[in-house]
């Protein structure tokens, strides 16, 4: 929705004005900078709700209070509390003069907040959908370029080893030393504190039965699990339709986004997004995107992107990435939010982390039953045998009895973080992600670091680059507290429960395809380019990494280091740009 940014000294206006500038893409509406007696703070502004109301930042009584994001249920609150407010930042100053930092706990939405009252707080959601940084001596903002020309460049080298293994730095840290990010459902008033967090709090009305007799009642209570899904979810998309300004949806093909533009076309005839790879059919899903578009009647737009858009467009997308997140469809999601005519979009993200439906899900599922008598002959025998490849890990750690999963997204495991660093290797923290839920561990674990640190970055980042903000229908709270509440056997995996809904809505061509992840050609063009050679001539000047290592990663990455070979690629164009 906007871009903030604030710092508490009072420093040259003119400096300011160049940092919250770097961040006008998040909003052309308008820009607003004011001057207190402890600091200097700037908006700007994408006018969705309110449009004609220009009022950030709010400043009423020594209280500074600015916002990016939206607030879903601004008006029942002013309903509920009786409050002098017209709109969502007077809502925010109300609240928190009743409630203090206990207000956040009263939204609905999506949001980063900063208030000043006697000393500075910030405010992130509970997914962490829209980003706020920070550094310890007062500064705040949107994104870290505003950030940049305050500080003195350092690449921190934890959060380089978090990259490696999560394709992204993990809150608090960013790549940049002393810049750090507020997690998801955290506030910080001098010291990160959590005020939310995803629980499990199994709702045995949905138990197997114990009789057999009472399999039929069984049989009505899933049906009934069904339904309430829908109903959350059509609550949510409602929601998401908040604003003064025309909504559309990504459709890339698959069950999730196709379910949800459907869904949103009953409220009206709605626009839909789509992008392909001409000659790259094995990427290319605009067919069925098509199909779902034909069968809901929207009107559909399709982009082509090509490996001259991607070289050509490179720099930018990693200006709009603000620090490297190794997954290759930002540059796709860039590219496909440039041709959208649109200021607010509803997408997918979400469903196959509820509801498992990633195959490799199905592979760890697996781990949980399994019985080898021969476990302690085939630990020995696995170490003496090591392989430099993720099966070889995995078994590893199930015949180590330690945590076999740990996050859908991993790449680099740690010996290969210990190979590929050497001295600045540092151990990556994947414990405080496990909570013991069984498969729920999953999904908890992709919340925070999958989807919090890469999906909604890329919905962030890449569409706000274009003055565009991305809804997320599946990622409403109520709709995940639900799904934490059911048994492991009712939430089921394959997103069976997701499928049963989109029968109803879409063509059962695309409720029966296999899923497919939102990819394209990357590594085939870096090789036609002789690309992967900047990852050793960039190395060779930092001395990062261990070259030796990189050269056997990109000898057979197109066999096994596929990921790899990415991560190491992005993060070289990254050094290049910011540090060479």
Known sequence: MCAILGILENINIQKFKYALDLMNHRGYDNQKIIQTPFGIFGFNRLAIENRNNHIQPLYRNNIMVMFNGEIYNYKKLINKYDLNASNEAEVLYELWLKFGVEFVKLLDGMFAIAVFDRKLYLFRDEFGKKPLYFTKNGIFASEIKAVLPFVKKEINFKALSEYLAYNSSLAPNTIYEGIYKLPAGCYYDGEIKRWHDFNRIENDEYGVPEKSLDFLGYRERIENCIVEVENFLTNSIEKRLMGEVEIGSLLSGGVDSSLIAAMMSKYGKIKTFSIGYDGYENYDERRYARLTAEHIGSEHYEVNYT????????????????????????????????????????????????????????????????????????????????????????????????????????????????KALKKNACEVDYQRFLKGWGSFDFTYFDLKVWIGEVLLMKLDKM?????????????????????????????????????????????????????????????????????????IDVNRKTKIFNEEYLKEIIKTGHKRYKQHLWTLYLFSRFIKKEFL
């Not at 021969?374 to 015949?399: A, C, G, Q, S, T």
């Not at 997320?472 to 809904?501: A, H, Q, T």
């Open 463 to 535: 569409f706000m680059a274009h003055t565009i903000e991305a809804r997320s229908p599946f990622l409403d709270k109520d709709l995940v507290n639900y799904v934490f509440s059911l048994p492991e056997n009712v939430r089921g995996k394959n997103k069976w429960i997701v499928k049963e809904i989109a029968k109803k809505y879409v063509p059962l061509q695309i409720v029966n395809r296999r899923k497919k992840g939102f990819a394209f050609p990357f590594l085939e063009w870096l090789k036609e380019e002789n690309e992967l050679r900047v990852i």
């Open 307 to 418: 490996k001259k858009d991607f070289f050509d467009e490179f720099e930018k997308v990693l200006f709009a990435m603000d620090e490297p997140v190794a997954d290759s469809s930002f540059f796709a999601a860039n590219f496909l939010a440039k041709h959208i005519p649109l200021k607010v979009v509803l997408s997918g993200e979400g469903s196959d982390e509820l509801f498992l439906g990633y195959r490799r899900y199905n592979e760890y599922l697996g781990f949980f039953n399994a019985y080898l008598p021969n476990k302690k002959w085939l630990k020995k025998y696995i170490e003496r045998h090591p392989e430099d490849i993720k099966e070889w890990e995995v078994f590893r750690r199930f015949f180590a009895d330690e945590p076999v999963f740990r996050g859908i997204n991993e790449t680099f495991f740690q010996r290969q973080i210990n």
